[in-house]
């Protein structure tokens, strides 16, 4: 986290109260940084395992530790709750968190098929709670906030185009969890890690809806494991004629110095924007690389500092407020739409 992002808290202690519940992804540290950098009081955590809650309480001390998922949404105070659980089993804790009065803060991918979706679209628009998604490749890396003040700004003109690459690092595969290679309980790479890339190119794009013109997944490497899926792609075209493709995998080789080299290539009428999120490849270890170019001429812009993380304290007043500043709600279902749509009709290769 910069400084940046902890300098702008948007209440006071106890002002916003919300819990961790189900910490099955890292990515729950994430959510639950970004939250308390804001302001938010982080009151409860629980999860099924004790050593994730011993592990979690280590680094938020803060939090005490709830008895089951029933106590947390039994607490009057708790105005959200954050969540990284097993990805099939994300949609149906945001039921749950959202029949309970309370808005619902999930990892990507926030579900994993269309009967999910169809489902939390109604339980949004019946209840009125917010099922806000962390796609924290957007929203919690300031190269990619930058990006987006720049197109706002109107650097690079009219997008065209959105490419966005992201490769990962798998690791041993023994220290991994038994769901993470099953395709019912994962999703799917482009359901999964491909979700990024699709509310990127939306966003960066400003379009609402798009058509999948065709994705392909495969599992090159790891016979092992005959449900996962170690690459995917997708090339889709949305509706203001602004086209997107986006790459992942699981072959970021050990050499390279952090997990994956993430990188986004944002075209325009005007000018083009290169992200190299997480890494400058032999040049640089830190990330948050921007590289612009239009007619003003080339520039290389380190980010780190610049811009912080804007999207935590608009979440929590648009929780407050019942206002959709961070991130609209169609537009979190439909990247995640997109995803899920991309998956269904990859055809296999490889």
């Not at 339980?123 to 930058?146: C, D, F, M, N, P």
């Not at 490769?167 to 979700?195: L, Y």
């Amino acid at each position: 986290m910069t400084d940046v992002a902890r300098s702008v808290p948007v209440v006071q202690p106890g002002e916003f109260v919300f819990a961790a519940a189900h910490l099955d992804h890292p990515h729950i540290y994430g959510m639950a940084e970004g939250l308390v950098s804001a302001g938010a009081t982080l009151e409860w955590v629980y999860d099924r395992d004790p050593a994730k809650v011993a592990a979690f309480v280590e680094r938020f001390p803060q939090a005490r530790v709830a008895r089951s998922e029933e106590e947390i949404l039994a607490d009057p105070r708790v105005a959200l709750v954050a969540s990284a659980g097993v990805t099939s089993e994300r949609a149906a804790t945001g039921l749950r968190v959202m029949e309970a009065g309370k808005d619902y803060f999930v990892d990507k991918a926030p579900l994993t098929t269309l009967e999910q979706l169809a489902a939390v679209r109604e339980a949004t628009a019946r209840t009125g709670q917010k099922y806000a998604v962390y796609y924290s490749e957007r929203i919690h890396v300031e190269a990619a906030v930058l990006a987006g003040k720049l197109i706002d700004e109107g650097a690079i003109g009219r997008v065209l185009h959105f490419t966005g690459m992201g490769p990962h690092r798998i690791g041993d595969p023994a220290k991994r969890p038994s769901w993470f290679f099953e395709r019912e309980t994962f999703g799917g790479i482009i359901c999964d890690i491909g979700s990024h890339n699709f509310e990127q190119m939306l966003y960066y794009c400003g379009a609402t809806d798009a058509e999948i013109l065709s994705s392909a997944i495969a599992n090159h490497h790891h016979p092992e494991y005959p449900t996962f899926e170690d690459f995917g792609e997708a090339h889709i075209v949305m509706n203001n004629g602004a086209t997107g493709y986006t790459r992942v995998d699981w072959f970021t080789p050990d050499g390279l110095g952090t997990w994956g080299d993430g990188r986004a290539f944002i075209i325009g009428t005007e000018g083009y924007i290169e992200l190299r999120k997480f890494i400058n490849v032999a040049t640089e270890k830190r990330g948050e690389h921007v590289f612009l170019v239009n007619d003003e001429g080339e520039q290389h812009i380190q980010a780190s500092g610049k811009v912080g993380f804007p999207f935590f304290g608009e979440l929590i007043m648009d929780c407050l407020q019942r206002t959709e500043t961070a991130m609209t709600q169609a537009h979190a279902l439909k990247a995640a739409e997109l995803s899920v749509r991309a998956q269904v009709q990859a055809r296999r290769v490889g």
